[in-house]
């Protein structure tokens, strides 16, 4: 495992972590509920630290056992002009992501760890189909022929990345919340009207990762 597969890992990993849908419900709870929130934020990015990891793991089990089946396949030029292909059309497409001002962040309604567990499961269903950069980690990983020993504990780091700024955000109320509120607010607005241009740097860089990656194989 090289410094430099460690540096696209993290790369991916840091695009990961600006979800807007787990910044989004973190801020709403730590803006409005201050008796249960720890329970209740735990509960969300432990739901969906689980399902991203239940995800990565079947794709990483799956995954292995077709590039076993058909490694000459991954190997030749054909499959390495549909990667670089990809990387161009998501580049190209960012490029052309329409702001919307409808908020994509899902809300919790009521005051209980099951409506938690609920919106983090909800949070899964809406970012899992766009998570480009876990994908391309774990492209990573496959193309690498990595052992289970060293890629399980790199996924299971990788979703805890993904997670991080709920954490910090939450540690950062609990010790400067006086100094800190206004700033939760304001990145709260922002991120409730902007979404999609979030969406649109993560399919830039994940399209210039693929590009790079491949021209050695073309």
């Given at each position: 495992m090289g410094a430099e597969l460690l540096l696209y890992l993290s790369g991916l990993a840091l695009l990961d972590t600006l979800s807007p849908a787990i910044i989004g419900v973190t801020l709403y709870l730590l803006l409005t509920d201050s008796q249960n929130v720890t329970a209740r934020l735990f509960a969300f990015v432990f739901t969906v630290f689980i399902l991203y990891f239940s995800l990565g793991l079947s794709m990483m089990l799956g995954l292995t056992y077709i590039m076993d089946t058909f490694s000459s396949l991954f190997q030749n030029k054909l499959f390495s002009w549909i990667i670089f292909v990809i990387g161009m059309?998501?580049?190209?497409?960012?490029?052309?992501?329409?702001?919307?001002?409808?908020?994509?962040?899902?809300?919790?309604?009521?005051?209980?760890?099951?409506?938690?567990?609920?919106?983090?499961?909800?949070?899964?269903?809406?970012?899992?189909?766009?998570?480009?950069?876990?994908?391309?980690?774990?492209?990573?990983?496959?193309?690498?022929?990595?052992?289970?020993?060293?890629?399980?504990?790199?996924?299971?780091?990788?979703?805890?990345?993904?997670?991080?700024?709920?954490?910090?955000?939450?540690?950062?109320?609990?010790?400067?919340?006086?100094?800190?509120?206004?700033?939760?607010?304001?990145?709260?607005?922002?991120?409730?009207?902007?979404?999609?241009?979030?969406?649109?740097?993560?399919?830039?860089?994940?399209?210039?990762?693929?590009?790079?990656?491949?021209?050695?194989?073309?």
């Amino acid at each position: 495992m090289g410094a430099e597969l460690l540096l696209y890992l993290s790369g991916l990993a840091l695009l990961d972590t600006l979800s807007p849908a787990i910044i989004g419900v973190t801020l709403y709870l730590l803006l409005t509920d201050s008796q249960n929130v720890t329970a209740r934020l735990f509960a969300f990015v432990f739901t969906v630290f689980i399902l991203y990891f239940s995800l990565g793991l079947s794709m990483m089990l799956g995954l292995t056992y077709i590039m076993d089946t058909f490694s000459s396949l991954f190997q030749n030029k054909l499959f390495s002009w549909i990667i670089f292909v990809i990387g161009m059309i998501l580049f190209v497409a960012s490029f052309f992501i329409t702001t919307n001002k409808k908020s994509a962040i899902p809300i919790p309604r009521t005051h209980s760890i099951a409506s938690m567990v609920m919106i983090g499961v909800l949070t899964f269903l809406i970012e899992a189909g766009t998570a480009l950069p876990y994908f391309a980690a774990i492209g990573l990983f496959i193309t690498n022929d990595m052992p289970m020993i060293q890629w399980l504990p790199l996924l299971a780091a990788y979703n805890m990345m993904m997670i991080l700024p709920a954490i910090v955000l939450f540690l950062g109320n609990k010790l400067f919340k006086k100094w800190i509120t206004p700033i939760l607010v304001n990145l709260h607005n922002k991120l409730s009207s902007s979404s999609n241009s979030v969406l649109s740097w993560v399919m830039c860089i994940v399209g210039l990762i693929l590009i790079v990656n491949t021209l050695d194989y073309l």
